[in-house]
């Protein structure tokens, strides 16, 4: 599986690249480019993954574009529920 982050996470890819994981940037998967500054909507970006027929999973912080994501059966990973998921399991 390869990985997405949407743009406040841009940092996050770099760091699982670094460990190993094929992760990329919205900006560079669908712009070849890093630069954050470049406004990708959130139609732009479902459109976009849905292309790519469940082969690319997005990591994000957005609600609602998590939400479009399981709407349209893309593969999301929402940081929020990583992270409530090991609080809750390290009780």
Do not use: W
């Not at 996050?12 to 890093?34: I, N, P, S």
């Amino acid at each position: 599986m390869r990985y997405m982050t949407d743009a406040h996470l841009s940092g996050l890819a770099r760091e699982l690249r670094e460990k190993g994981v094929d992760c990329q940037t919205v900006h560079k998967l669908m712009l070849d480019h890093e630069d954050s500054r470049v406004k990708i909507s959130d139609p732009e970006i479902v459109k976009f993954l849905a292309s790519q027929h469940g082969s690319v999973a997005l990591i994000t912080l957005d609600n609602e574009l998590a939400e479009y994501c399981s709407k349209f059966e893309i593969p999301v990973v929402r940081v929020q529920d990583v992270i409530s998921q090991h609080i809750g399991g390290s009780k």
